[in-house]
């Protein structure tokens, strides 16, 4: 993807990718270096850091993983001031409701939803006391709205991700800081090709996308660009659907 495919000029801000080692946050990393960004991409994920690093020379990498918070917020000190923050770090877990259990169900909240939390809640200090305003993005999801088999951790952490975002962009817009998310029907990164590996479980989700397919990473990525970009400078605490219309049918 190149730079002048998205149309946005990100020069002269710092950006912070969580679960940049991967998927949507190694693309949107990518993109917003190519967009002209200073990029921290954070993932838990050394290998995948320093893979990411010989693609993206210019790029600041930062291993920790997110749930771990006072390893986080360490890290983070060394790397503010940032002016635009995607939370994309993020786990699943495949277990019916009867088969949950108390440590899947902590492992899922604690990076879905408590990480972002607490991970923007240093941000966005910092984003005040410098007096410039930002923008955040969380990567939340279809399943916040509705109900998947199988899904019962993922799809609770995920809708309290989408009020996280409102809460967090109603009390963040008077500081000029700005909070949405994108939420992506099933997307073809790894994590989407374990869980919809199966097509008895696929097609008939597949069948209520009026687009007929699954996203790509692409797709989610120019939203989330969309939604950095003072192009969207009137748009806070929105949860935005990529789903080809699939909460529509």
């Known amino acids: 993807m190149a730079a002048q495919s998205f149309g946005y000029n990100f020069k002269g801000k710092k950006a912070l990718v ?11 990393a990518k993109a917003l270096v190519e967009c002209g960004a200073d990029v ?18 210019g790029i600041t990498t930062v ?4 749930a771990d918070l006072q390893a986080t917020r360490e890290k983070l000190w060394s790397i503010t001031p940032i002016d635009l923050l995607v939370n994309n770090a993020g786990v699943t877990s495949l277990q019916s409701f009867l088969e949950v259990t108390p440590e899947e169900y902590e492992k899922v909240m604690n990076v ?7 991970l923007s809640q240093y941000v966005a200090k910092w984003m005040i006391d410098r007096g410039k305003g930002g923008a955040i993005v969380n990567v939340s999801s279809m399943a916040s709205k509705v109900a998947l ?15 996280l975002t409102k809460v967090m962009g109603v009390e963040l817009g008077p500081h000029n800081i700005r909070v949405n998310a994108v939420n992506p029907t099933v997307v073809y ?46 748009i806070n605490c929105e949860t935005l659907l990529i789903d080809g219309g699939f909460c529509a049918n």
């Not at 088999?149 to 009020?163: E, P, W």
């Open 18 to 28: 969580t679960g940049a080692g991967k998927g949507i946050g190694r693309a949107t």
């Open 149 to 163: 088999k199988d899904h019962t951790s993922y799809c609770s952490s995920k809708a309290a991700l989408d009020m």
């Open 112 to 118: 879905n939803h408590k990480a972002v939390l607490f």
């Open 40 to 57: 921290v991409a954070l993932s838990r994920t050394e290998s995948d850091l320093k893979t990411l690093k010989t693609e993206c020379p």
């Open 189 to 234: 990164t790894e994590m989407g090709r374990k869980a919809w590996s199966n097509p008895q479980k696929a097609t008939p989700v597949l069948q209520r996308i009026p687009t007929g397919r699954f996203a790509e990473e692409e797709d989610v990525v120019k939203a989330i660009l969309f939604l950095l970009s003072d192009s969207s400078s009137m």
């Open 63 to 66: 291993c920790v993983d997110v």
